[in-house]
């Protein structure tokens, strides 16, 4: 990735574009899993990417403070 792309963005506003959609999707994930378990286990996959690009952010932000 070019370093202009992400020097454009303030990694703080990328760690917060990862952090509000965590309680929807741990709602949604406990909703689904009361109709259909196999529909909450295909959310874990994208949970785990959300938690993954916020950490990975938040390192960057407090490396970079």
Do not use: E, K, Q
């Amino acid at each position: 990735m070019d370093a202009a792309v992400l020097r454009r963005r303030p990694v703080r506003t990328r760690l917060r574009r990862h952090l509000p959609p965590a309680p929807g999707l741990t709602a949604t994930i406990i909703a689904f899993g009361r109709h259909r378990r196999a529909a909450a286990l295909l959310l874990l996959p994208y949970a785990a990417w959300v938690a993954y690009a916020a950490a990975l952010n938040l390192d960057l932000w407090l490396d970079n403070a």
